[in-house]
Each structure stands twice: as structure tokens, then as C-alpha cells.
């Protein structure tokens, strides 16, 4: 299996040295078979950020909650099924949990394919599974009130659009 | 013995982040557990009254309320999920 580097933290992380990390772990991956080349044309990274709004109410923080145990297992699962699913050359996970403010980073997915279309497909892929599979729960602190938010009926729709065995790099993308 | 976690508004609502639980023999399946956890104080019984708007695992996989539930597993309820 190509490799998958998978993490949650609240402290906050660098992406020019997760993109370097993969690409180390992909070159010295045991598939490399000693080959200098990672082998990688295409190397894609999606950031998540906290949005300042909520439905135009501005927002003060946001705490994200999660299940350690499972949330890791769950993550590692989504990761090796982008991996097998768009054949990529490996991927990097992280998310972040805690209180985190406006513009804050979330969520890091990285991914490494030979080639650009299956590095969008599977960050797409992964991102889609993060939202309906992997224990997460946001609260909102909206100052005036704090309320847990619920799931969008558009995550669980885009989730399931991947259900159908064959990979569609070309479908519509679904709202972030 | 079942140990249960709780998270989110489940946990706010029932007052406590896990607890061990020893329902009767009968209970084998999660809606059985749901159905006598509801009957553990105020609490309990209005976070679990509608079991559609809460999600389950058991030992840290996904579960329905059709699954079986043993002696010793790890039952977690939680609201639908909101990561990413």
C-alpha cells in the first residue's frame, strides 16, 4: 500500500512541510523498489479554513470535538480507500480539533498521483468521506449563542455520489 | 458490562461524557440498549427519544440500530457528523 500520513492536532500545521514529508515517505515508499523518482507528476493540496460567517452572522470561534480512537481509525480508512480507489502514490491526512478561530486552518489533504485528474478526484473523494465519516462535531460560538451545527443534506448527497463503484473524476464538484 | 461515550449535544444532554452500563440480558440489540438507556433519568430520555436524529458506533465502527450489541463493547452515540 502507498503510503498515508494521517494526523489530528489542535496545534496548527505548515504545508510546504506536509508537502515535502509525502513526497519524502512516496520516494522511500517500499514499492519505489530502490528507484530514485517518487514516480509522482501531479502533488495537490486542499486546505480547509474556518469561514468567518454563519449565514451572515459573523463568528466568533469554532470548537470541533471528535472521537480519537475511532476518528483516527475512520481517517486511516478513508485515506487507503482514496489510495486503492485513484491509485495514488500516496496522501496526507490532517485534521484539526479544538477551539479554532476565523480563517484558521482545518483540515490538510494532500495527494500524489502520476497524474493531475486522479489527484483532484481523490482530494475531492476524500474530502466528501472526511464530512459524513470521520467523527467530527463543530459548535459554533456565535457570542449571543453557541449551537452545534448541523449536517448539511448537500455533504451527505456529495458522499453518496461516490458510492457507485466506478471512479468519475469528471463529476460535479460539490460545495466545500 | 457496556461502556457508553457520548459526544456533541448527546453528551451536553445527558450530562456526562461515558459511563458503564449493565442492562438486562434481553437487551442484545443497539435499539434494545437505546430502549432501556432511555429509561435511565431525564436526560437520557430526551436526547435518545428520537433514535433517527443520532448516529451510533460500536467498538469504533459504524453500527445501525439492527446491530447486536456483546458484553464488553464499546457503544458510542453521537449526533450526525459535521467534520471537514
Sequence with gaps: MAPSIVRLQSEAFNIADELSALRTACRSSPEKDGEKSSGIGALLSFTGLVRDLDHGTPLKSLYLEHYPAMTERQIKAIANDAITRFSLAGCTIIHRHGRLLPDDEIVLVITAARHRKAAFAAADFIMDWLKTKAPFWKKEDLGQEQHWVAQKDSDLEAARSWETPVHQPNKPRSEQ | ?84
Design chain 2, 1 to 84: 458490562m457496556i461502556t457508553c461515550v457520548y459526544f456533541a449535544w448527546v453528551r451536553e444532554g445527558i450530562g456526562c461524557e461515558s459511563e458503564t452500563i449493565a442492562p438486562p440480558a434481553d437487551c442484545t440489540s443497539l435499539a434494545d440498549i437505546i430502549h432501556w438507556l432511555k429509561g435511565q433519568s431525564p436526560g437520557h430520555h430526551r436526547v435518545l427519544a428520537d433514535p433517527s436524529a443520532l448516529r451510533f458506533a460500536i467498538n469504533l465502527d459504524h453500527a445501525t440500530l439492527e446491530s447486536p450489541i456483546r458484553e464488553g463493547d464499546e457503544l458510542a452515540i453521537f449526533p450526525p457528523i459535521t467534520g471537514g
